[in-house]
């Protein structure tokens, strides 16, 4: 994992996603998001928005997450959000809009570290476009839920071993690991 060429991307921890399934990955995504802002990398967050007539709407029944306070950012990450290097925000799973896509690109990030809810939809979708765009995509599995449960949760992870690989798939302290090893790194500088 090369953390020097590397972005948080803290999805959707939103009101509408947390419940019962969800809450834990709060507080774990709130503690990585401190340690990687502390360490000086670049932070970015996605809001999801579902419109009318949205293809949630009309295939899945799903009205939710139209407005406030469902969209809102979840309290335990407001400030980080305020003070990310961007908030994207988008209509669909995945992190990769036309905004999102030239931020990475201008920045020059090679690797994306994932994190939030959904793990079998947003988080994977946006792995996986990040794999197909050519950045090297990482999971950090700890740090994700699903909002339908655990069970989807573990879903989700098994398709992305088979779709960005085993070894792209790693815990917070990994994750913490690398922060620490790049900072000495770069005291040795």
């Given at each position: 994992?090369?953390?020097?060429?590397?972005?948080?991307?803290?999805?959707?921890?939103?009101?509408?996603?947390?419940?019962?399934?969800?809450?834990?990955?709060?507080?774990?995504?709130?503690?990585?998001?401190?340690?990687?802002?502390?360490?000086?990398?670049?932070?970015?967050?996605?809001?999801?928005?579902?419109?009318?007539?949205?293809?949630?709407?009309?295939?899945?029944?799903?009205?939710?997450?139209?407005?406030?306070?469902?969209?809102?950012?979840?309290?335990?990450?407001?400030?980080?959000?305020?003070?990310?290097?961007?908030?994207?925000?988008?209509?669909?799973?995945?992190?990769?809009?036309?905004?999102?896509?030239?931020?990475?690109?201008?920045?020059?990030w090679t690797s994306l570290v994932f994190?939030?809810?959904?793990?079998?939809?947003?988080?994977?979708?946006?792995?996986?476009?990040?794999?197909?765009?050519?950045?090297?995509?990482?999971?950090?599995?700890?740090?994700?839920?699903?909002?339908?449960?655990?069970?989807?949760?573990?879903?989700?992870?098994?398709?992305?071993?088979?779709?960005?690989?085993?070894?792209?798939?790693?815990?917070?302290?990994?994750?913490?690991?690398?922060?620490?090893?790049?900072?000495?790194?770069?005291?040795l500088e």
């Amino acid at each position: 994992m090369d953390i020097g060429s590397a972005a948080l991307v803290v999805i959707d921890m939103q009101d509408g996603f947390v419940n019962h399934h969800s809450c834990h990955a709060v507080p774990a995504v709130a503690d990585l998001v401190a340690q990687w802002s502390a360490a000086g990398r670049p932070v970015i967050f996605t809001r999801y928005f579902n419109y009318p007539d949205s293809p949630y709407e009309r295939f899945f029944q799903w009205h939710r997450l139209q407005e406030p306070p469902e969209t809102d950012i979840v309290t335990e990450l407001t400030e980080a959000a305020a003070r990310a290097h961007a908030v994207v925000d988008k209509t669909g799973y995945t992190l990769f809009t036309p905004e999102a896509t030239d931020l990475i690109s201008q920045a020059g990030w090679t690797s994306l570290v994932f994190c939030g809810i959904a793990t079998e939809s947003c988080v994977l979708k946006s792995a996986a476009d990040a794999f197909e765009h050519g950045y090297a995509p990482w999971i950090v599995t700890d740090s994700c839920a699903s909002d339908a449960g655990p069970d989807v949760h573990d879903a989700g992870l098994l398709v992305a071993r088979r779709l960005i690989g085993t070894g792209q798939l790693v815990t917070r302290e990994d994750v913490v690991g690398q922060l620490t090893a790049y900072a000495g790194a770069a005291v040795l500088e």
